[in-house]
């Protein structure tokens, strides 16, 4: 069974730092693209950082220099380094993985963490 377990968020004041993981676990071939999105209260989803098998990455523009998104391919994990947060980041953070299996391409989504940035 494939999975991605998120862990990492939390209550931080503004101009803090956090520290968000999601690691990958289960039969898989190969990981394309990595990333994270997010959902504020009342907002839609979106794509907050992405990084690709190779390296390259894109960052939503309200988050660029503020937060960087890694990777480890030994451990199939992702990583998003928040720094200066602010209160807008608040949201509930999910990882996304683009997967090979098996069986064939999975688009897998974790269970999603809230990061909370006080005022």
């Known amino acids: 069974q494939v999975q991605l377990v998120e862990s990492g968020g939390g209550l931080v004041q503004a101009g803090g730092s956090l520290r968000l993981s999601c690691a990958a676990s289960g039969s898989i071939f190969s990981i394309n693209a990595m990333g994270w999105y997010r959902r504020a209260p009342g907002k839609q989803r979106e794509l907050v950082a992405a990084i690709w098998s190779g390296g390259s990455t894109n960052y939503a523009d309200s988050v660029k220099g503020r937060f960087t998104i890694s990777r480890d391919n030994a451990k199939n994990t992702v990583y998003l380094q928040m720094n200066s947060l602010k209160p807008e980041d608040t949201a509930v953070y999910y990882c996304?993985?683009?997967?090979?299996?098996?069986?064939?391409?999975?688009?897998?989504w974790g269970q999603g963490t809230l990061v909370t940035v006080s005022s």
């Open positions: 996304n993985a683009d997967l090979e299996l098996e069986e064939g391409a999975l688009d897998a």
